[in-house]
Nanobody, 124 residues
């Protein structure tokens, strides 16, 4: 069982940066692949980025690669999403997800564990 708690969301202006954090608890959490998704109002939940258990492999949605960076600190049981050059279209609720796997899934249905989400609003 893995329990996830996101933090770091807020209101920023276009062009600003923001770093989201997701702290995990539960046994053997280091063997979990972690991912970030986001969901804008009225839209489906969308894959943002994923990282494997060792932090050595990452995957990004095409539209986010280059602006967003996912990383993890196993000593702190935390995964991060660094978001740079934010745009108003990045406004969404951002969710952390986990799966006990060596694969980096992009589909929502592959992740059994989810956090409550943190809201990010980017003003123009």
């Amino acid at each position: 069982q893995v329990h996830l708690v996101e933090s770091g969301g807020g209101l920023v202006q276009a062009g600003d940066s923001l770093r989201l954090s997701c702290t995990a608890s539960g046994r053997t959490w280091t063997r979990y692949a972690m991912a970030w998704f986001r969901q804008a109002p009225g839209k489906d939940r969308q894959f943002v980025a994923a990282i494997n258990w060792s932090g050595g492999t990452t995957k990004y949605a095409d539209t986010m690669e280059g602006r967003f960076t996912i990383s993890r600190d196993s000593a702190k049981n935390t995964v991060y999403l660094q978001m740079n050059s934010l745009k108003p279209e990045d406004t969404a609720d951002y969710y952390c997800a986990a799966d006990y796997t060596t694969s980096l899934w992009v589909g929502v249905s592959f992740y059994p564990y989810w956090g409550q989400g943190t809201q990010v609003t980017v003003s123009s």
